[in-house]
Each structure stands twice: as C-alpha cells, then as structure tokens.
C-alpha cells in the first residue's frame, strides 16, 4: 500500500509541474490542508478551482475505462464535486501520457476524453464560458510544491 500511496503523491506533484507549466496555480491539497485523510477535497488544488475539480490517479496499469475500478473513481469524482465545479478525473499509466476526462455531473453523464495535457488545455478554451486566461497566475513557480507534508 505504502507503494501506491507514494505513487499518486508523485502523480499528483507530476501534474501540479505541468499544470504550472501551462501557466495555472498547482498544488497538492495535502501540502496545503496537513490532513492525513483528505478524502473529501480535491487531490490538488489549482488556480483552475472555480471552475474545475481534480481527482488524479497514477498507475493501476491493470484498469481500462471499461473497468469497475474506472468507474468507481469517476463516480466518487462525481460525488464529490461541488455542483458549480466540473470534476476532472486525470490519470497517467506508467509510460504513458495523461488522460484527462472531463465528466459530467449526473450518475450517467458523458465525459470528454483529452490525450496529454496540452489537448485538454486548448479544450478549455472553448468549454470555459469565462477567458482562460483569468484563471492563469503571473508566476506559476509560486505554487511549487514541497515535501512538507509528503
């Protein structure tokens, strides 16, 4: 277990870095919080936060999104966002680029699927009512994270 915790915190930073390098606020939620069991919040949080909510999975190279366990993470991304948020399930298999899926907010919504994180950037623009570039932060690098609370 202690293997698979390290590996979504490691995903979680690798996403806060591009996120950042795309120009947006990133932040694992555990840095900012402390909470041990922060099962409830958003895995990070992003200048992105009005709008979006991030649940991010790294690994589990054994599931498809055909699969139960898929399908149980995109139903607690559901649940748990707020309903002026859209959840975002992003998940990276080893090796492999981020898979971005912007869902819906109902038990049977549709979701978009993005490949790297540059098509779900340019996807943005043209979802995002407001312009994007209100939720860009003039220095990224001011969201780096730490291993305080790692």
Not at 107 to 135: N, T
Request: include cysteine.
């Amino acid at each position: 277990m202690a293997n698979s915790d390290s590996k979504g915190k490691r995903g979680e930073r690798q996403l806060c870095r591009k996120l950042r390098e795309h120009g947006f606020g990133a932040i694992r939620s555990a840095q900012v919080t402390g909470a041990k069991d922060h099962s409830h919040s958003a895995d990070i949080i992003t200048s992105l936060d009005p709008i979006l909510r991030f649940e991010v999975k790294r690994g589990y190279e054994d599931t498809s999104i055909t699969s139960k366990k898929f399908n149980d993470w995109r139903r607690k991304a559901v649940a748990e966002t707020p309903t002026d948020k859209f959840p975002v399930l992003a998940w990276r298999k080893n090796r492999q680029p981020w898979v971005l899926f912007l869902l819906g907010r109902g038990e049977y919504c549709s979701a978009r699927m993005y490949v790297g994180l540059e098509a779900f950037v340019d996807a943005l623009y043209m979802i995002v009512a407001e312009p994007l570039p209100d939720y860009k932060v003039e220095d990224p690098s001011t969201w780096k994270t730490t291993d305080t609370f790692s």
